[in-house]
């Protein structure tokens, strides 16, 4: 039946369905290049752009904080890390975290720290697993828990409350712990849980977050993230570990441009809004077509549906995406800042048109 249906499929939509991280940039980041690109400018930050985007940051986390700007979020997690970690201390993190699944072993490569992962269901850690690693505390045979690291939003698309931030942050603070949070899609999570500036804070300033990774390419740029440090005392040294790391743009007023154009007015969270809105309306019109099951709506910009085994390659070919978990028959469809409704219409109906 499915294989009849193949040759028949209507157009494909403009843009796939694979990952956030397949967008373009925005075009209000890609004028703000342009722009930056008129004349000379000293190297390595030296420059009035990134001046300008240091104070918006600032004045998103709080006059104290510090960023550094870099190129990448595997560079952006390991340079984190790098100014937070002691030696003998491993970094707990879900067995969702990207910096234990999807980061080829960096972190651990680059950190000399071993990674310890717990399970979460939602890709969501509880303060009561934190307790659970004290019996390691003290013992000269274990690696020592020196840092949380979270996602924001997670893997699985899940949002962490401020509240269950602020309880992470309490119980690892009062172990000797500190907190990192990955925020490749912090804007995302932003929306989620409010879509203005003081959402951004309550899991984050106000949870008690000690440095946050804040994506930038998947939220619009060509490419950038930045390493924020609430905790100002962390970042004595995080000007050295940058480029020890490989994270220092020589060239920095492009990644500073690309930033100040996302953070005017709220672009960030703009984008974020409109992309959670595409997939809480794929999941709409797909949620009644047999074969096509969801465990639960989405909160962010992800869907994790469960299709007919015989479907999904077909359905991939014609428009493409990833597999999630095959043991489950379970794939994963996100949208981006880009996506139009027509993208999910037309995407709709080729799932309708292939499962009958």
């Known amino acids: 039946m499915i294989n009849s249906r193949v040759a028949t499929m209507p157009p494909a939509p403009d843009r796939a369905f694979a990952s956030d991280n397949a967008a373009g940039a925005h075009p209000a980041v890609i004028q703000a290049v342009v722009a930056a690109n008129d004349g000379h400018a000293l190297a ?41 970690v002691h030696p003998a201390e491993c970094v707990v993190c879900s067995e969702w975290a990207h910096i234990a699944v999807d980061e080829a072993g960096a972190p651990e490569r680059a950190l000399g720290a ?76 932003t929306a989620a849980l409010g879509g203005t500036v003081a959402a951004l804070r309550s899991f984050t300033v106000d949870a008690g977050v000690d440095v946050v990774s804040f994506g930038g390419t998947k939220a619009g740029l060509l490419g950038g993230e930045a390493v924020v440090y609430l905790d100002a005392a962390l970042a004595q040294r995080a000007k050295y570990v940058r480029k020890m790391v490989n994270q220092l743009p020589s060239k920095m007023r492009f ?48 869907l994790f549906p469960q299709l007919p085994a015989d479907a999904i390659a077909a359905l ?38 292939l499962l009958g």
């Open 44 to 84: 390595y930050g030296s420059d009035r752009w990134t001046d300008e985007a240091h104070a918006r940051f600032r004045d998103l986390f709080g006059p104290t904080s510090e960023t550094f700007l870099v190129f990448n979020g595997t560079g952006a997690n390991v340079m984190s890390l790098a100014t937070m």
């Open 114 to 189: 071993k990674l310890l992962t717990l399970p979460a269901p939602a890709a969501k850690l509880v303060p009561e697993q934190l307790e659970g690693l004290a019996h390691l505390q003290g013992v000269q045979h274990h690696a020592q828990p020196g840092v949380v690291s979270i996602t924001q939003s997670t893997e699985l698309g899940t949002v962490y409350t401020p509240d269950e931030v602020a309880a992470l942050c309490d119980t690892a603070h009062r172990m000797g712990m500190l907190v990192h949070l990955d925020g490749a899609r912090l804007s995302n999570a």
């Open 255 to 302: 990644v500073a441009a690309q930033f100040n154009a996302l953070l005017d007015d709220d672009l960030w969270i703009k984008g974020a809004q409109h992309s959670n809105q595409m997939a809480l309306q794929l999941y709409e019109a797909t949620r009644h077509i047999p074969g096509v099951e969801f465990d639960h709506a989405p909160q962010v910009n992800s």
């Open 316 to 353: 991939c070919d014609w428009c493409f995406f990833w597999d999630w978990d095959i043991s489950r028959r379970q794939v994963r469809w996100m949208t981006a800042w880009d996506t139009t409704a027509d993208d999910v219409d037309r995407f709709a109906a080729g799932v309708r048109h």
